[in-house]
């Protein structure tokens, strides 16, 4: 297990597209455990995606349950989807976002209100789940990792949308 350094933009991998994981080896349950120690290791980190690590694989984090508005909400606790896929989603919400990859700015970000998802778990097992609200942003935010698309990419307008924060925090 180990803390990674996490790739930032303007990194050229942040861009590419992942590929997928065709089963949980030990070397996959390994980059589980290195981006969980990575995501923790982040003040406010609620999500992790494995190209933000430079592994260029379809595997994403997500725990909201420690942040002050997920928190509030219904979630999950940890999840960890591998291969995930969004296959509905539906409503609209619009929420400040940032971004363990871009430590500088922060945006607002339309996003769908909720999301259903089908996805294998670390176990290997397939896993269909239904999320909702903040929970629901950061699981649309990290698949974005998977194919490339960071949060800039869905910044409506750079003019009004778009903060500059000093500290990661
Ligand atoms: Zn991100």
Redesign the pocket.
């Known amino acids: 297990m180990a803390i990674l350094p996490i790739l930032k933009f303007p990194e050229p991998l942040l861009k590419e597209k992942s590929a997928p994981v065709e089963s949980v080896t030990p070397e996959i349950s390994g980059v589980i455990d290195d981006l969980l120690d990575t995501m923790r290791a982040s003040p406010g980190g609620v999500g992790i995606s494995a190209p933000?690590v430079g592994v260029l694989r379809r595997i994403v984090a997500v725990d909201v349950s420690a942040s002050k508005r997920g928190s509030r909400e219904e979630n999950h606790g940890l999840l960890v989807l591998i291969n995930p896929e969004i296959l509905a989603k539906g409503g609209r919400q619009v929420v400040r976002e940032g971004?363990?990859?871009i430590p500088d700015y922060t945006a607002n970000i339309e996003r769908a209100q909720w999301v259903l998802v089908d996805a294998v778990d670390r176990e290997g097992k397939q896993v269909i789940l239904e999320s909702v609200g903040f929970e629901a942003v950061a699981i649309q935010?990290e698949v974005d990792?998977l194919d490339g698309i960071l949060f800039l990419d869905r910044v409506s307008s750079v003019k009004t949308d778009l903060f500059r924060r000093k500290k990661y925090r």
Do not use: K, L, R
């Open positions: 933000q971004c363990m990859s935010h990792h």
